[in-house]
């Protein structure tokens, strides 16, 4: 069994508080953005981060937003401040020791799919892949053509409007994509059985673009 370092952290200059869990021979590093309205205690994400931990991937669950910015619901529909608050976690993250060595990756949901794309964007050289789940790349929106990460979009198949927005954002992107459907799961993956398929999809993606990328690089080197 995975041996397991878990700790609270406060995140970038924000002093965002989060969840920093680390295995032993991490294979990889995931940032997770919540959605809108939710927090680093999102039951799904905590869910999918716990699978990644077991096939050895570390996890950074974090607050986009302070307690007072959380009250004010402008906030969590501000894209541009959520991207600069998931880009803050990354740059915090490359300057840990423990953590600078491994590639690192984004897992947004929902609004914090777009927030986790504008990240990717702004920093091409520290975000080697994207993963979103039932996310709005479209809100991205002129960030979408600077994304260089592989990317994953998750969606539910019964999720048909924000099916057609991922498909729209999709071909907008340049980079490796792919569009992942779940068949008979709604927008929140709440049917049994559609949140498994999301974690065997995102952990493909981070097995391919994180772990596998990784030890590549390093017998070149």
Request: proline share 5%; charged share 25%; with cysteine.
């Given at each position: 069994m995975q041996q397991m370092r878990t700790r609270t952290v406060l995140v970038g200059s924000s002093r965002l508080p989060g969840t920093l869990t680390e295995p032993e021979n991490c294979r990889g590093l995931v940032v997770f953005a919540h959605g809108s309205g939710s927090s680093r205690l999102s039951p799904r994400n905590t869910f999918v981060a716990e699978q990644l931990n077991s096939k050895g991937f570390a996890t950074l669950l974090f607050d986009l937003l302070n307690e007072e910015e959380a009250n004010d619901r402008r906030n969590v529909f501000d894209i541009p401040l959520l991207g600069g608050r998931v880009l803050e976690a990354v740059s915090w993250a490359t300057d840990q020791p423990d953590l600078k060595v491994l590639r690192l990756g984004i897992f947004g949901a929902s609004t914090g799919a777009a927030a986790a794309l504008v990240a990717a964007?702004?920093?091409?050289?520290?975000?080697?892949?994207?993963?979103?789940?039932?996310?709005?790349?479209?809100?991205?929106?002129?960030?979408?053509?600077?994304?260089?990460?592989?990317?994953l979009l998750i969606v539910g198949g019964d999720d048909q409007e924000v099916l057609e927005l991922n498909r729209a954002a999709e071909q907008r992107m340049s980079c490796r994509k792919s569009l992942t459907i779940v068949p008979g799961a709604s927008h929140l993956f709440e049917e049994p059985g559609t949140l498994a398929k999301v974690v065997s999809a995102a952990s493909r993606w981070f097995d391919t673009h994180l772990a596998r990328a990784g030890l590549d690089e390093a017998t070149i080197q």
């Amino acid at each position: 069994m995975q041996q397991m370092r878990t700790r609270t952290v406060l995140v970038g200059s924000s002093r965002l508080p989060g969840t920093l869990t680390e295995p032993e021979n991490c294979r990889g590093l995931v940032v997770f953005a919540h959605g809108s309205g939710s927090s680093r205690l999102s039951p799904r994400n905590t869910f999918v981060a716990e699978q990644l931990n077991s096939k050895g991937f570390a996890t950074l669950l974090f607050d986009l937003l302070n307690e007072e910015e959380a009250n004010d619901r402008r906030n969590v529909f501000d894209i541009p401040l959520l991207g600069g608050r998931v880009l803050e976690a990354v740059s915090w993250a490359t300057d840990q020791p423990d953590l600078k060595v491994l590639r690192l990756g984004i897992f947004g949901a929902s609004t914090g799919a777009a927030a986790a794309l504008v990240a990717a964007a702004k920093a091409p050289d520290l975000v080697a892949a994207v993963v979103s789940r039932g996310g709005r790349p479209d809100l991205a929106d002129r960030f979408l053509e600077g994304v260089r990460a592989p990317t994953l979009l998750i969606v539910g198949g019964d999720d048909q409007e924000v099916l057609e927005l991922n498909r729209a954002a999709e071909q907008r992107m340049s980079c490796r994509k792919s569009l992942t459907i779940v068949p008979g799961a709604s927008h929140l993956f709440e049917e049994p059985g559609t949140l498994a398929k999301v974690v065997s999809a995102a952990s493909r993606w981070f097995d391919t673009h994180l772990a596998r990328a990784g030890l590549d690089e390093a017998t070149i080197q």
